[in-house]
């Protein structure tokens, strides 16, 4: 059960939207300062096919007796999947996030097989403005995860998760850094919910991988398609927690907004 709990954090974790408030970038940064790269608008739809190729090659996790569609990929793709399927794709708070979990180790996993050092990335070459030291340092941690998950013993799962989870919290600790102005200004734009859903998910990230939180499928499609609010922004009329079409996506949100109410319950609800 608290598995399962910790993954509500994960599909929160691997998220993010559109960069929509681009229009705010130039204000958010000084003249000498880089502006967000292009890749943060790429649709979702060319998302997916990414993250199936990091599956394909880097799956961490295979076993004939205990199949894993996907491998540890598996959590990536489906919360991605939850925050299409809510319009969260639409949402900057949402996106960027995810573009750091989706396209950026697309981009790294290709240049790991063609042996192509992460100073040198293709994603440097292509976004000049994506290049800084702690997104070097963080390329580095993707390697050690796609070297390692060669190694696909049931064995070694758990040493595979964790660099994965290294890699993940680094990609995210990077960008709410680097664009920390940028997020600030989503948020205000957003209904007071909403952006405190988000910080909720954050907040959880780091529990996550301290507890090494697998992210096969059978730990995570069910949450994501259950129990992560359905629609968004969460606080418009349209979209209020109290009104989410089920009582586990009611009590994960209110939880991850206040920190109010019994995950205990949440957990074991029907």
Known sequence: MTRRFLYLAL????????????????????????????YFQLPYAQR????EYLAKNFA?????????????WAGIYWQTWWQQQSVRDQIGLWAVVNATLTIEPFYFGKDFQAKI?????????????????????????????FSASRQTSILLQNRNQSLLWAAHTSAIADTLQIYANDFSVMKDELPYDEGAYWDGWINLVYTLEQWNFSTLESSTA????????????????EC?????????QQLLAHWLISGQGDLIALLTLP
Not at 19 to 34: F, G, N, W
Not at 60 to 72: A, T
Not at 127 to 137: C, D, G, L, S, Y
Not at 222 to 237: D, K, R, Y
Request: charged letters at 20%; a negative charge.
């Open 48 to 51: 997916f096919p990414m993250v």
């Open 222 to 237: 069910h949450i994501s398609q259950n129990m992560l609010a359905a629609c968004a922004p969460l606080g418009a009329e």
């Open 117 to 145: 050092s992460c100073s040198e990335s293709s994603l440097f070459a292509e976004f000049p403005q994506a290049k800084t030291k702690e997104k070097i340092a963080t390329c580095d941690l993707w390697r050690k995860y």
């Open 11 to 38: 599909m929160l974790v691997a998220s993010y939207g559109l960069y929509s408030p681009m229009a705010h970038a130039q204000d958010a940064h000084a003249s000498d300062e880089l502006l967000p790269p292009h």
């Open 240 to 248: 209020l927690v109290d009104d989410l079409p089920n009582l586990r």
């Open 60 to 72: 961490g996790y295979r076993s004939p007796l205990f199949p894993e569609r996907r491998g540890l």
